[in-house]
């Protein structure tokens, strides 16, 4: 009777403990991955204080994205045998420590230091959080638990942005950093003391098969059409928060409350996106890269009358949030051989583009202005919809 009772009392013991744990992770996915895009809703702030242009201030989203991007597959790999429990408490005090850093930026070199260092361990704890998240739930519920950790990430890649403008409202865009250090520290030590200890699975005799998709020109095209989709994407996002203060006039401290609806609007994107992937991966490409095209372009024409700027910005939020499952659904497909390796090289190109785009929509103010900016991403996110219908044309 004793073990039986000893069972049912443990099962639900057990499962408790591994729903906090998992909590620990989805929190801290989206600290990791809104300390990346906070700061386009502090740009603005950011720059006067800094005493730069916004376009250069830009460039930190530039390097912040070509770090990951470059460093990103070398790293992961590299730390792939570091049992994950130190490995993930390390990457959150260093999160601590660059946040730190950049609350107390004097100059824009200073700011650059402290997003490049954050930036070598985003890509690290981002590839291997799914698997960390299925050690912790057991057989059986590891597709729950991942999906939970990857709940954090998409509220900071749709979140991330208006909660440090609110923040930064507040707090100043300084105490926007301050609060994610803060967070990454109680984060860092729930994670020392609730975390049991998770070795890595070894998965290194498959690294050489896994490469073989690298010889795929198919798949190589799928990597392009991601690296076109994110740069257009960014070309204008980098800079909406701009776009809302200089062309539609709205007070600086409710730019963060318009980039939330931004978000929360895109959510419904978010649902759209994946329900089509599965079946139409390029069709829902093609779809959602012409519906981004006509929000876009239509933001800055309307940026006077609220109401229509109101109804550009949720289309123009519907088909980015949308993009984002749609593009690692997609290059996962295409490399369905080597899923992990897929999905690393996915996060490179979103990263690449996010990069581009960050330069592009800086040249672009530079040369044709802020209201340019739409029409300059809408031109890239055409060439994306061209490569599509190739890739379907060919398939």
Request: aromatic share 8%; charged share 10%.
């Amino acid at each position: 009777m004793h073990p039986s009772t000893t069972e049912a009392v443990g099962a639900p013991s057990a499962s408790a403990r591994s729903a906090v744990q998992i909590l620990i992770m989805a929190v801290a996915a989206f600290i990791i991955v809104t300390t990346e895009f906070l700061i386009v809703g502090l740009l603005p702030a950011m720059a006067r204080d800094l005493n730069v242009s916004v376009a250069v201030a830009g460039q930190v989203v530039t390097l912040f994205a070509f770090t990951v991007m470059l460093f990103g597959p070398v790293l992961t790999a590299r730390l792939a045998g570091v049992e994950r429990k130190k490995l993930f408490t390390l990457i959150l005090l260093v999160f601590a420590a660059s946040n730190v850093l950049a609350a107390l930026s004097t100059n824009i070199w200073v700011m650059a230091l402290a997003r490049f260092i954050p930036a070598l361990g985003l890509p690290v704890f981002w590839g291997t959080a799914s698997e960390t998240a299925g050690q912790l739930a057991g057989p059986g519920n590891a597709g729950k638990a991942v999906s939970r950790v990857y709940l954090g990430i998409s509220a900071a890649l749709v979140f991330g942005v208006p909660l440090g403008t609110v923040a930064a409202d507040t707090l100043g865009w300084r105490g926007s950093f301050w609060v994610l250090a803060v967070i990454s520290l109680i984060i860092a030590a729930l994670m020392q003391l609730c975390m049991p200890t998770l070795p890595s699975s070894p998965q290194k005799q498959q690294g050489e098969k896994q490469t073989d998709i690298l010889k795929q020109p198919r798949f190589l095209a799928h990597i392009l059409l991601s690296v076109l989709t994110f740069t257009a994407m960014f070309t204008a996002y980098t800079y909406l928060a701009d776009i809302l203060q200089s062309l539609a006039g709205v007070p600086a401290n409710h730019v963060g409350w318009w980039l939330m609806g931004f978000g929360a609007v895109g959510m419904i994107g978010n649902h759209w996106g994946g329900t089509l992937v599965d079946r139409y991966p390029l069709g829902a490409m093609v779809l959602f890269l012409i519906v981004l095209g006509v929000g876009m372009s239509a933001a800055a024409p309307l940026a006077a009358n609220h109401p229509w700027l109101i109804c550009a910005l949720a289309v123009w939020g519907v088909a980015y949030t949308a993009l984002f499952p749609i593009c690692q659904v997609r290059v996962m497909q295409a490399g369905a051989k080597a899923q992990a390796l897929a999905a690393s090289l996915n996060i490179s190109a979103a990263n690449a583009g996010i990069g581009l785009g960050a330069i592009l929509g800086g040249l672009g103010i530079g040369q044709f202005g802020l209201g340019a900016l739409g029409w300059i991403a809408t031109v890239i996110a055409a060439m994306a919809v061209v490569i599509a219908l190739l890739m379907m044309r060919k398939r």
